[in-house]
């Protein structure tokens, strides 16, 4: 496993040159470059030169390649224009909240998700597995910022339990934020209506965010079970009077399990690094909404970093569904 | 089978508790102190949706909106607003008056007031404020930083470009505790309106100094406060003190216990920062913000019908279709008539733009003084347009007439809308127009500002009540995007930024507007005005041209 391991991760370090890479290309080939993006309106062409001669961007494409990675391994990401802050500072205060927000997304998406596909493979046919299936399709086709807005209009305008934006109320000024994870931060500084305030914050843009990944988990657990039922070591474990529990825990799910969590693992990248729509839709300060400030008011060190960063984190949390992979099933470690 | 009904029940249980949970929690988290979900605010506490955070709560380095608004309300200036007008009126200075020459300015200042760390606001804390700006150096001197200053003071004690112009500010003197003289390097009749902006507030000394406002590293084009002054702290002696200042979460700020002024009516003002639109819209109607700027005229109907307050910010822009008379045949005046004359603005403008919106008939708007009831105007008149184009003595004109994609401006919110009404109007009159187009930034602008463009879309807003500020900033020197200018005209408004008598400058500037309009260098058409909404029960919020708007006036009905 350790060998597994350690190959998953050497292999890492191709992948991140390439992004690095494509990144910086990225960014050069925006349109006007990162000049214009700069200089806004009414720039004269001789500060369009000096901007260029300040940011390098008039030397030969690998010397600027060599100093953009020195810089970013050094974590100098430069200061956002819009805040006037550190890029690496901003990034970090804001990622706990989109880290908070996908989580609690991912456990609703699990929590229904595995349950209804099994249930759905389950029973083929049934009225459960025709809902689950139109309820996937649905939860796939519908755009996330429309069902934000309207499950704020429901349940914050219409039924006023839940806040429609932030990550706390507005009156909670006074709370405390050790870790930046305000639904821990409540819990760590023994403040406990801080806790459920931030609960309470999280719960709709977490729904809304969930409905992807729980249309897809549920959708590839159907799949997935449906195929593992048909496999003949199911029938011989039925033949050999093997009780249902046992055959479902030890010879269907785990088996079935595989591609579940390539989906799982997937979706949590995906939510981490593309919440733009929702955080901005609930106003919650998480690096998605910050990235899509940052896009708007060309606010292009923020940019670079953040494409960057969540690039990097994608990655990452790729890694961690590969070596998944190992601890469930042994035949990928020989591979 | 059993043990899947099981796990199906444990896992709708487990999100069933997940909303369960966080439904109870709406009762349980509202309580005095810690008000969550909706009716936040209400009572002694105000929250207002801001469309984005301050930059800086150092007024000196912003330019932007949001950073202003808070400032207003943190700070104030030597001289302000009226409420709702343009007019200069008493602010932390009571008395002014220039000498002969225009060029040193005597400030009586208010006697017992202090800043929110206590310290003493006198004469001594103004030429501090003044001197400090003055000797701005590096990165801070970035027009990106000092926007205004440069504005109105135009240079520094040291410019470090050599492009830069000299300083208008020379020097101050505080001749007694409450009496401070600014020394000017000539006349100039901006200053003083200049002095009601928000950059112009009187920070304390010792907080600006002890919290690092000059800590500003990085470069011009990605300045950097390190200072903990404008994030932590900002101190002045405005009705509200800074409680708290949380980016991409809140700005709390609360009464000042011993501001000189009348006590504010609401203890807390809290400024929220929500982005997205429809978002302000939803966190109003569920209660958690009781008012937001800039509201989307598609929603006027529908908040005013759900009982809401709009209030509707005097208009202070102008978009206007520019003429470029140095090229032909729009330099032929018969033609540039005819093209005002084929224009339908007032269809455009009801087409077009939120209700309240006004045509325009000069370059600035009708809130400013030096606005003249009597300019020229030209009425839409297709056949009036043809005669003119058959005097003119040009065949078959043909007109380059240029407009900018993907932007949008309050006094512009579709431009390709704003042209294609414009082409068919000048069509109709016998033009042939040749459709022009470019991204706004930077290809836009600059086919406008070297002279690239003949007939062309463009606008204003002003960032302070004088008529400077408008037709000077256009007219008073020679701009390629205008062709040329009559010396006549740019005499004039030149006379208007150095004359301090304000009857003769208002004669001035409304002579210039006849002059303008005369001479047509475009046609303005539109003055737009944004709106606030409030919740019912909010009173006493006026709305300012110049966006000098004072929560500290605000109360709740009930």
């Given at each position: 496993m350790l060998r597994f391991a350690a190959r998953r991760v050497l292999l890492l370090v191709p992948i991140l040159i390439g992004l690095s890479i494509l990144v910086f290309l990225f960014v050069r080939a925006l349109p006007g470059g990162p000049e214009t993006a700069l200089l806004g309106e009414n720039a004269t062409p001789e500060r369009v030169a000096q901007v260029r001669e300040l940011y390098g961007l008039?030397?030969?494409?690998?010397?600027?390649?060599?100093?953009?990675?020195?810089?970013?391994?050094?974590?100098?990401?430069g200061t956002s224009i819009t805040t006037r802050q550190p890029v690496v500072e901003e990034i970090a205060r804001r990622f706990p909240g989109t880290v908070e927000l996908t989580v609690t997304a991912m456990i609703i998406a699990v929590a229904v998700g595995i349950p209804l596909g099994f249930v759905a493979a389950r029973r083929y046919g049934s009225w459960v597995d025709n809902l689950s299936t139109a309820?996937?399709?649905?939860?796939?086709?519908?755009?996330?910022?429309?069902?934000?807005?309207?499950?704020?209009?429901?349940?914050?305008?219409?039924?006023?339990?839940?806040?429609?934006?932030?990550?706390?109320?507005?009156?909670?000024?006074?709370?405390?934020?050790?870790?930046?994870?305000?639904?821990?931060?409540?819990?760590?500084?023994?403040?406990?209506?801080?806790?459920?305030?931030?609960?309470?914050?999280?719960?709709?843009?977490?729904?809304?965010?969930?409905?992807?990944?729980?249309?897809?988990?549920?959708?590839?657990?159907?799949?997935?079970?449906?195929?593992?039922?048909?496999?003949?070591?199911?029938?011989?474990?039925?033949?050999k009077g093997m009780t249902r529990s046992v055959i479902t825990r030890r010879h269907i799910l785990r088996n079935a399990m595989l591609p579940i969590v390539t989906v799982v693992g997937l979706q949590t990248g995906l939510l981490l690094s593309g919440a733009v729509l929702t955080e901005t839709v609930f106003a919650f300060d998480g690096i998605g909404r910050f990235l899509a400030q940052a896009v708007f008011a060309r606010d292009f060190p923020v940019i670079q970093a953040g494409i960057l960063f969540l690039a990097v984190i994608f990655v990452l949390v790729n890694l961690l569904v590969d070596l998944s992979y190992g601890l469930l099933d042994p035949r990928v470690r020989t591979r | 089978m059993r043990n899947l009904r099981r796990q199906g029940v444990v896992a709708l249980g487990l999100a069933g508790l997940l909303v369960g949970t966080a439904a109870c929690g709406g009762d349980s988290g509202t309580n005095d102190d810690g008000a969550s979900g909706s009716d936040e605010g209400g009572g002694d506490t105000l929250v207002f949706g801001a469309s984005a955070d301050p930059v800086s709560l150092d007024p000196a380095?912003?330019?932007?909106?949001?950073?202003?608004?808070?400032?207003?309300?943190?700070?104030?200036?030597?001289?302000?607003?009226?409420?709702?007008?343009?007019?200069i009126v008493e602010g932390l200075a009571t008395k002014w008056e220039a000498d002969e020459a225009g060029t040193a300015w005597t400030f009586t200042l208010r006697d017992g007031v202090t800043f929110h760390d206590g310290t003493e606001f006198d004469a001594e804390a103004v030429c501090f404020n003044f001197d400090r700006w003055y000797n701005f150096e590096g990165v801070q001197q970035s027009p990106s930083v000092s926007y205004y200053w440069q504005t109105v003071f135009t240079g520094f004690a040291n410019n470090e470009d050599?492009?830069?112009?000299?300083?208008?500010?020379?020097?101050?003197?505080?001749?007694?505790?409450?009496?401070?003289?600014?020394?000017?390097?000539?006349?100039?009749?901006?200053?003083?309106?200049?002095?009601?902006?928000?950059?112009?507030?009187?920070?304390?000394?010792?907080?600006?100094?002890?919290?690092?406002?000059?800590?500003?590293?990085?470069?011009?084009?990605?300045?950097?406060?390190?200072?903990?002054?404008?994030?932590?702290?900002?101190?002045?002696?405005?009705?509200?003190?800074?409680?708290?200042?949380?980016?991409?979460?809140?700005?709390?700020?609360?009464?000042?216990?011993?501001?000189?002024g009348?006590?504010?009516?609401?203890?807390?003002?809290?400024?929220?920062?929500?982005?997205?639109?429809p978002a302000r819209r939803q966190a109003l109607e569920a209660?958690?913000?009781?008012?937001?700027?800039?509201?989307?005229?598609?929603?006027?109907?529908?908040?005013?019908?759900?009982?809401?307050?709009?209030?509707?910010?005097?208009?202070?822009?102008?978009?206007?279709?520019?003429?470029?008379?140095?090229?032909?045949?729009?330099?032929?005046?018969?033609?540039?008539?005819?093209?005002?004359?084929?224009l339908n603005r007032e269809a455009l403008v009801q087409a077009q733009y939120p209700e309240g919106s006004e045509v325009a008939t000069q370059f600035m708007p009708p809130e400013l003084f030096g606005h003249a009831d009597d300019v020229t105007e030209?009425?839409?008149?297709?056949?009036?347009?043809?005669?003119?184009?058959?005097?003119?003595?040009?065949?078959?004109?043909?007109?380059?007439?240029?407009?900018?994609?993907?932007?949008?401006?309050?006094?512009?919110?579709?431009?390709?809308?704003?042209?294609?009404?414009?082409?068919?109007?000048?069509?109709?009159?016998?033009?042939?127009?040749?459709?022009?187009?470019?991204?706004?930034?930077?290809?836009?602008?600059?086919?406008?500002?070297?002279?690239?463009?003949?007939?062309?879309?463009?606008?204003?807003?002003?960032?302070?009540?004088?008529?400077?500020?408008?037709?000077?900033?256009?007219?008073?020197?020679?701009?390629?995007?205008?062709?040329?200018?009559?010396?006549?005209?740019?005499?004039?408004?030149?006379?208007?930024?150095?004359?301090?008598?304000?009857?003769a400058r208002t004669a001035l500037y409304e002579d210039a507007n006849r002059a303008i309009m005369e001479q047509l260098p475009g046609v303005p058409y539109v003055h737009t005005s944004p709106r606030l909404v409030f919740a019912e029960n909010v009173v006493g919020y006026e709305p300012s041209p110049v966006s000098i708007e004072d929560f500290a006036r605000v109360s709740f009905s009930d």
């Open positions: 008039d030397r030969p494409v690998y010397e600027q390649y060599v100093s953009y990675v020195q810089s970013v391994l050094s974590l100098d990401f309820g996937s399709l649905l939860g796939i086709a519908i755009p996330v910022f429309a069902l934000g807005y309207l499950l704020k209009y429901f349940f914050a305008i219409k039924l006023g339990w839940f806040p429609t934006q932030g990550r706390e109320g507005s009156l909670m000024f006074r709370n405390e934020h050790p870790t930046g994870f305000y639904v821990l931060d409540g819990i760590v500084t023994g403040n406990p209506e801080a806790a459920v305030d931030a609960l309470r914050h999280l719960i709709l843009p977490a729904l809304a965010l969930a409905t992807i990944p729980l249309a897809f988990i549920t959708r590839i657990t159907r799949a997935s079970v449906l195929e593992v039922t048909g496999e003949d070591y199911v029938r011989t474990a039925e033949a | 380095y912003v330019s932007d909106g949001e950073s202003l608004r808070a400032a207003r309300q943190i700070y104030e200036t030597l001289v302000t607003t009226e409420a709702g007008g343009t007019d050599p492009e830069q112009g000299e300083s208008l500010y020379a020097s101050c003197e505080a001749t007694d505790a409450t009496t401070a003289v600014i020394n000017l390097t000539g006349p100039s009749a901006s200053f003083l309106p200049g002095l009601a902006l928000a950059a112009f507030s009187i920070a304390s000394p010792t907080a600006l100094e002890e919290f690092g406002a000059d800590e500003v590293t990085g470069t011009g084009e990605e300045p950097r406060f390190d200072g903990a002054y404008g994030l932590e702290e900002a101190v002045g002696t405005g009705p509200y003190t800074l409680e708290s200042f949380e980016p991409g979460n809140r700005l709390v700020m609360t009464a000042y216990e011993d501001y000189w009348d006590a504010p009516a609401i203890e807390t003002i809290i400024f929220r920062p929500i982005a997205d639109g209660g958690e913000i009781q008012g937001y700027d800039l509201v989307d005229p598609a929603d006027y109907e529908a908040l005013e019908g759900a009982g809401y307050q709009l209030l509707s910010r005097p208009a202070f822009n102008v978009g206007y279709v520019g003429i470029n008379t140095a090229k032909p045949p729009l330099d032929n005046p018969q033609i540039r008539q005819a093209i005002a004359h084929a030209y009425e839409y008149d297709v056949e009036k347009a043809k005669a003119l184009i058959a005097e003119s003595g040009v065949a078959n004109p043909t007109i380059e007439f240029w407009y900018p994609t993907g932007v949008s401006r309050p006094y512009m919110p579709n431009p390709e809308a704003n042209f294609q009404a414009f082409q068919a109007d000048l069509e109709a009159a016998g033009f042939t127009v040749t459709p022009q187009s470019a991204p706004w930034n930077p290809d836009y602008l600059d086919a406008v500002n070297t002279g690239a463009a003949g007939l062309y879309l463009l606008g204003w807003t002003g960032d302070f009540g004088d008529p400077d500020n408008f037709i000077g900033t256009f007219f008073r020197t020679d701009q390629p995007s205008w062709g040329t200018i009559p010396q006549e005209i740019q005499d004039q408004l030149e006379a208007g930024r150095t004359e301090t008598d304000e009857a």
